[in-house]
């Protein structure tokens, strides 16, 4: 069976970018020095799935930096071609994240990196995330986007591990209760 992961930083408020998308306050903690985990997260992970948000944040960067197949779950973008550059890597899908989990299943796809804030949210309302990644940026920004939007029920976790690191970001895992 497929399984759904989140690797994802917020603000010590919750909110994963300033309302219009910016995340200079994450951009520039970039300190290359310490290793928050990514490369061990991703190192299992057969396919990257991210929303449109994500993407058009992604695309604006120098160089587009990965290295597992990426499906763009979007509605807006379903029927848009893939840019020339991206062919091979990206492609779009207008599937719920449950069917888009299935086909993915069919294709032989075990471990699934989920990847921004309102995707992040569908998977949680749909209980397809097996566990989550939260880095903790030690900074206010007082408004923004969410982490973690409206429920239907309390989704119950539990806490596999904490650590700190020098920068001050502090990392957390949780497994999602079956």
């Known amino acids: 069976m497929a399984t759904a992961h989140v690797f994802i930083a917020t603000s010590l408020d919750g909110f994963i ?5 910016d995340i200079d306050w994450l951009l520039q903690r970039d300190d290359q020095s310490e290793d928050h985990g990514y490369p061990a997260f991703i190192a299992d992970k057969d396919v990257i799935v991210m929303g449109r948000g994500s993407y058009e944040k992604v695309l604006t960067f120098d160089a587009w930096f990965y290295d597992r197949p990426v499906v763009v779950l979007s509605q807006q973008l379903a029927d848009s071609p893939v ?5 091979g890597k990206v492609r779009f899908s207008s ?6 989990m299935e086909e993915l299943e069919r294709q032989g796809v075990r471990r699934v990196y989920i990847d921004g804030g ?3 949210q569908s998977f949680l309302r749909d209980g397809l995330v097996a566990d989550m990644v939260i880095t ?6 007082g408004s923004g986007r ?3 939007g ?11 591990t904490s650590r700190c690191f020098p920068s001050g970001l502090v990392q957390s895992t949780y497994q999602l209760a079956p």
């Open 17 to 21: 970018a300033r309302s219009d998308g």
């Open 146 to 148: 969410p982490l973690f």
């Open 83 to 87: 840019p020339e550059e991206l062919e």
């Open 118 to 120: 309102q995707l992040v």
């Open 150 to 160: 409206a429920l239907a029920q309390d989704i119950e976790l539990k806490l596999v």
């Open 95 to 100: 599937l719920t994240p449950a069917g888009l």
């Open 136 to 141: 903790t940026v030690p900074v206010l920004i």
